[in-house]
């Protein structure tokens, strides 16, 4: 069965402070792990696909990369409007259906 | 372009009634997705539609169900509301490319239902 781990489950930053979020996945074969940021009342807002080990993938304060086992966001200086939940799911081949993880709530105090 | 689109965005039921609630994909998209979201599960799939048709299903009761019209746009319905049923409901949307092609799910604000 395919699932997806998310560590940690909360993390508070200080405005500036980097660090990185993991995602651990068993899939049967990968077809393309996403990225979504997710705040309060809202719809996940996408934010990065990877399809294969070794990629890497830029978005402002954002960076995904992805290993055969996990994926890693970075958020280099954050600012308190990057404050929400991040989500991370992976596609299997062949399938529509995504498959979440809980989610890392990060919060970016000023 | 604009982008997927939930209605209602609230809505209060009791238990033992049904609801449908409506989803509008991203112009020229055709697969539209439902998914649960509730605080102590996460999310979950519940089906996906494609071409009018349903292509895949998640662990959910026959209680819940969906359809999709010919302009891609796509309705679920619960029936015999149960307390548990109370939840975020997102749709996404996509392409609806198969096999290996890479294509994206993008995703409505969802309907909070909140079951009493």
């Known amino acids: 069965e395919d699932q997806v781990t998310q560590s940690p489950e909360a993390l508070r930053l200080q405005e500036g402070e980097s660090s990185s979020l993991n995602c651990s996945y068993t899939?049967?074969?990968?077809?393309?792990l996403f990225w979504y940021r997710q705040d309060p009342g809202k719809g996940p807002e996408f934010l990065f696909t990877l399809y294969s080990a070794g990629e890497e993938k830029e978005k402002e304060r954002l960076k995904a990369t992805l290993t055969k086992k996990e994926s890693f966001l970075h958020i280099t200086a954050p600012k308190p409007e990057d404050s929400a939940t991040y989500l991370c799911?992976?596609?299997?081949?062949?399938?529509?259906?995504?498959?979440f993880g809980q989610g890392t709530r990060l919060t970016i105090n000023p | 372009k604009a982008g997927v689109t939930q209605t209602p965005r609230y809505l209060i039921k009791t238990r033992g009634q049904q609801v449908t609630l409506s989803c509008s994909p991203i112009s020229g998209h055709r697969s539209v997705s439902w998914y649960q979201q509730t605080p102590g599960q996460g999310l979950q799939f519940l089906f996906e539609?494609?071409?009018?048709?349903?292509?895949n299903k998640g662990n959910f009761p026959g209680r819940f169900s969906g359809r999709q019209f010919s302009n891609s746009r796509s309705e679920m319905n619960v029936s015999t509301l149960e307390l548990g049923d109370s939840a975020l409901y997102l749709c996404?949307?996509?392409?609806?490319?198969?096999?290996?092609?890479?294509?994206?799910?993008?995703f409505g604000p969802g309907t909070r239902l909140l079951v009493l």
């Open positions: 799911a992976v596609q299997a081949e062949g399938a529509q259906k995504l498959v």
């Open positions: 996404a949307s996509s392409l609806g490319n198969s096999g290996g092609t890479k294509e994206t799910q993008y």
């Open positions: 539609y494609f071409s009018e048709t349903q292509r």
């Open positions: 899939v049967s074969g990968l077809r393309g």
